[in-house]
Nanobody, 123 residues
C-alpha cells in the first residue's frame, strides 16, 4: 500500500511559480511510476506529468512542456512538481498518483491517489 499526501498549493498571480510536493508512505514507493494529474472546475481530471521509478524518464502533457518540471527523491519518498510561468488556465486541483506502468495517461490506470491540493492562478 502507498498513501499519498500533496502540499504546496495556493493562490499565485499569472506568471508566477509554485512548487507542489507529494509525500508517500510505504516501502514500495521506488517501485512505482509517479504522476501528477489535475482537475479544473467543471472539467475531467487530466494527465499533467509522470516520472519513471528511478527518475530517469519524464513525460509531460503538451500544455505544460517547458513550464513544469517533475522530480522525485526516492530516499525521501517524495515527488515534486515545479510550476513556472503559471497561467489562469492552470487553475485546478492537482493530484499525485502512482502506477505500475510508465506513460499511462488514463485516470483509471492509476493504483493510488492523493486527495489533491488546490492551485489558483489569478490574471
Amino acid at each position: 500500500q502507498v498513501q499519498l499526501v500533496e502540499s504546496g498549493g495556493g493562490l499565485v498571480q499569472a506568471g508566477g511559480s509554485l512548487r507542489l510536493s507529494c509525500a508517500a508512505s510505504g516501502r514500495t514507493f521506488s517501485n512505482y511510476v509517479m504522476y501528477w494529474f489535475r482537475q479544473a472546475p467543471g472539467k475531467e481530471r487530466e494527465f499533467v506529468a509522470c516520472i519513471s521509478s528511478r527518475g530517469v524518464n519524464t513525460y509531460y502533457t503538451d500544455s505544460v512542456k517547458g513550464r513544469f518540471t517533475i522530480s522525485r527523491d526516492n530516499a525521501k519518498n517524495t515527488v515534486d512538481l515545479q510550476m513556472n510561468s503559471l497561467k489562469p488556465e492552470d487553475t485546478a486541483i492537482y493530484y499525485c498518483a502512482g502506477a505500475a506502468h510508465y506513460g499511462v495517461t488514463r485516470v483509471d490506470g492509476m493504483n493510488y491517489w492523493g486527495k489533491g491540493t488546490l492551485v489558483t492562478v489569478s490574471s
